[in-house]
């Protein structure tokens, strides 16, 4: 693979040529960005940015002033490759809040290790209904120890748009949820996303992760994607990487909060 080869392909196909990421959410091209506006109780914020060092101050100014303007917070993605190499301080003198960094992994579908199967008394569910949602958000809850109504709301108008955009699954150790994961397609797109894997603390260590992306990276694959991208954390950087993932660059959230 050719690592800059493939992050300019990624910065054309996922940031600069984005899509939007459910029903009712809008993707705008505005001059020198491209924004997401989502639907209730989703995802808004910056996907992409071209800017020239002179211009920075008045671009985020106007990104928060038009954000605000509709009653929202937002996130600028930012990328550790992104221009000028200060746009992140510039964000925090702006207002905004760094979240922890993450590491972009991408890898080749017809080179990943997918041979990883569920360790015995685990059973792979696709999540396709209300329960399933529930199962996962579950799941979440206790892996992240963050609130996921917004997931809830997301993978419901999902789910019920009928789509096919989302792959999502739940591992089941009896009836007992202990690991989820989903995948966002994009069609058209020669990437497909791996978000939201975890697993309970209670039965981490076990190769259920590892199952849950291999499980994944089989179906994209199988619909015709050339790559999978992961945003990882520093936990699962080490999976990714043992299975043939490979970090090209970082990525940071920067999150404005007009309360």
Request: aromatic residues 8%.
């Amino acid at each position: 693979m050719d690592h800059a080869e493939v992050l300019a392909l990624f910065d054309r196909d996922m940031r600069e040529g984005a899509r939007p990421d459910g029903p009712g959410a809008v993707v705008e091209r505005a001059e020198s960005v491209v924004r997401q506006v989502g639907a209730e109780q989703g995802w808004n914020g910056i996907l992409w940015s071209r800017l020239e060092a002179a211009d920075v101050d008045a671009a985020i100014t106007e990104q928060v002033r038009y954000f605000t303007g509709l009653g929202r917070g937002f996130e600028w993605k930012l990328y550790g490759h992104d221009r000028p190499a200060d746009l992140g301080g510039r964000l925090c003198a702006a207002g905004f809040t760094p979240e922890p960094e993450e590491t972009l992994m991408i890898a080749e579908c017809g080179e990943l290790r997918l041979d990883a199967e569920p360790p015995e008394g685990i059973e792979l569910r696709p999540v396709t209904d209300r329960a399933g949602v529930d199962l996962m958000v579950d799941v979440h809850e206790q892996a992240f120890g963050t609130d996921s109504s917004l997931l809830r709301h997301q993978l419901l108008a999902q789910l019920d748009a009928d789509l096919d955009t989302v792959v999502a699954v739940v591992a089941l150790a009896g009836d007992v949820p202990v690991s989820s994961a989903r995948m966002e397609l994009t069609p058209g797109a020669r990437f497909a996303g791996l978000w939201g894997g975890g697993t309970v603390p209670a039965w981490r260590g076990r190769g259920i992760y590892r199952t849950l992306v291999a499980h994944r990276a089989r179906i994209a694959a199988d619909r015709g994607y050339r790559y999978l991208q992961v945003d990882a954390s520093d936990q699962s950087r080490p999976i990714l990487g043992r299975l043939g993932f490979v970090p090209l660059t970082t990525t940071t959230p920067y999150v404005y909060d007009p309360r």
